[in-house]
């Protein structure tokens, strides 16, 4: 691997690097019990910690993370949104960047913080040990020089101060789901039965959560309209979806094989709370989420607390002033909330959309002085995800506009057009139609080591050449229904840099070029694209969605969709980017060879 030490750069790159510093951490992972929702069951601990410690750099730092493996099993750590330009061998996906790291073993994971701010996360990319609790944040601090839209918000100098200094501060609050069943028992599940199963037990916020089980008509009466038609009005005990004949095709199913507790038998548990302290002396505090679900597509708020929306996947985006956002897998929202209420106990309150189950989590934001209020807050949402009044306004996610402004290319040099789909079982999705990502990614060996790895030749991928612009098309067909008459929202993550999304409609994409649309039908196209990460086809019948991106950093990534079930199951890509000059990849490395 090719060394690059920071003494043999041109002066002109140190005089940027003049505030890098090199940052490590150390992750030691391990697999013992433990209840974050007041019920034990085994899982994973990060430095003996749930969720893992957040992991905080400056802009322009350069990071390494070792991480020693002592779980009983193979794992790798992805750095979810961090682009590893030039670090492409340290994106920790088994089969593409790396062998697994086994049990026992450490690897260390490199990468530049140049060029990038915001919040992300870690997570295992190792089968679907996600849902196990191999998770934290990570926050890149922006630099002082880069331009904040902060003066969007307000153009007083105190506020703009406070502001400045919240966002400094910021709270990384991880949101997930928790389910009394390990990832290997879950997908089981899934297997024995044909089933897509999505149900949890709990919504955690900091790792903590409770279960609770409000009475079945209770839940039943907070079905939004949309889903009580489909699935004729029942929710089982848990607020999950009752397996109705036909909503997940004519697969064959095993009901029978149904682990008891999983889709419904609630057994409430007082479990934990996370208490989140904040200092109305201070005035503003920046909360920023990150989505580690596996499985939920939540709403977040903060009762009686409206939030200005400035970040988006590691990016400033235009202020938007709103009282609740929906929130997929994978994806990361800064919000900054004004201190301007009585110093008492306000909920963040996290639930369920009402689309895949009734269950929400709660965690508390403390104002310094308020800890003995036993005010109620008023809430946003109710249990079940429904606003609790026609005047609580929720985040336009296709108006997003990236601050300061960026644009991608006029048009693409490639365009590729993905059926996603159910094949072969209810519980089995692909992004490709008819082929799968190989769900055994441990033995295959990585593509980056071998172009022409055996294990690629099956495999749904794309190849790219460096340096283009490339579309792509999720398009999702009603087609016949005893294969795939409902889809669930997918939130479709793509590995190393963003990607712009141009588009999306109902109805089929049946133009040649994304251009060709933008003059056929302008409505259905951004004038601002939201530039991010990871996105959400539309759940509502034949619809799709359209994204393109730059070529810039050659290597094998991942394009897949994060719900972790759906990812075990095939539904991924490998995107072969810049192929044509994968023979001159430089792979940074800045570890002392002593
Ligand atoms: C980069 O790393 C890959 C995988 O280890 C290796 O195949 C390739 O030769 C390396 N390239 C350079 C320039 O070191
Ligand atoms: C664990 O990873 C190694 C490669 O590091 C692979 O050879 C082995 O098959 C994997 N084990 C399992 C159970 O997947
Ligand atoms: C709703 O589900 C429960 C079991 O969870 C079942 O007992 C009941 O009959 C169902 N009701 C309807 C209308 O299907
Ligand atoms: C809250 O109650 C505790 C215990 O009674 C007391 O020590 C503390 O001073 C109280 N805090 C405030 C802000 O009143
Ligand atoms: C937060 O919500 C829970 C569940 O609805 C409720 O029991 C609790 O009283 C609420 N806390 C506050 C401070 O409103
Ligand atoms: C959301 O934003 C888009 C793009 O700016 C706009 O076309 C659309 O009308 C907005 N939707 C709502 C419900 O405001
Ligand atoms: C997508 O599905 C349509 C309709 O079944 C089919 O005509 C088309 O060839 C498929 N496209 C790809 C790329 O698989
Ligand atoms: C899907 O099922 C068919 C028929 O059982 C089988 O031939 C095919 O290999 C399966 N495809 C995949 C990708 O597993
Ligand atoms: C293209 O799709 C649109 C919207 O789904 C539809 O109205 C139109 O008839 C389609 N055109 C063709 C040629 O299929
Ligand atoms: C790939 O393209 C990017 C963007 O133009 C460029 O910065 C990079 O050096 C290229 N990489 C290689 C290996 O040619
Ligand atoms: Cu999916």
Known sequence: MALSSRLMLPLAAMANLAQSAHVHFDLELTWGLGAPNGQERDMVFINGQFP??????????????????????????????????????????????????????????????????????????????????????????????????????????????????????????????????????????????????????????????????????????????????????????????????????LWEHHPEKLPAYLNDGCIPSNGYKAVIEVDPAHGWASLNFIGAASEKALVVSVDEHPMWIYEVDGRYIEPQYVDTFEFYNGERYSALIKLDKEPANYNITITDTGGNQIIAGYATLQYAGGENSTRPSVPYLNYGGQPTSPDVTALNVTNLPPFPAILPAPQADDFHILNLSRINSSWEWSLGGTTFLPADLDSMEPVLFNKESPGLDNALKITTRNNTWVDIVYQLRLGDPSVTPVQPPHPIHKHSNKMFVMGAGQGTFNWSSIEQGIVESPQDFFEKPVYRDTVVTSPRGESWLAIRYFVQNPGPFLLHCHMETHLMSGMGLVLLDGYDVWDDIKNDSWLDPC
Not at 136 to 158: H, L, Q, W, Y
């Open 52 to 249: 893992g410690p957040p992991l905080i750099v400056d802009e322009g730092d350069d990071v390494t993370v070792k991480v020693k493996n002592n779980l009983p099993f193979n794992t790798t750590v992805h750095f979810h949104g961090i682009e590893q330009k030039n670090t492409a061998w340290a994106d920790g996906v088994p089969g593409l960047t790396q062998w697994a790291i086994k049990p026992e073993e450490s690897f260390t994971y490199q990468w530049h913080a140049n060029n990038i701010y915001g919040t992300y996360w870690y997570h295992s990319h190792d089968m679907a040990t996600l849902q196990d609790g191999l998770y934290g944040a990570v926050r890149v601090r922006p630099s002082p020089e880069r331009e904040d839209p902060f003066s969007m918000i307000t153009t007083d100098e105190n506020e703009l101060r406070a502001i400045k200094q919240a966002e400094h501060d910021a709270e990384l609050i991880v949101v997930s789901d928790w389910s009394r069943y390990t990832s290997v028992d879950y997908m089981d599940a899934l297997k024995q039965t044909g089933y897509d199963i999505f149900c949890m037990d709990s919504v955690l916020i900091q790792g903590k959560g409770a279960v609770y089980c409000p009475p079945q008509s209770e839940l039943i009466s907070l079905m939004p309209e949309s889903v009580q038609n489909v699935l004729q009005a029942n929710v089982t005990d848990k607020g999950c979806l009752p397996f109705v004949t036909g909503t997940q095709g």
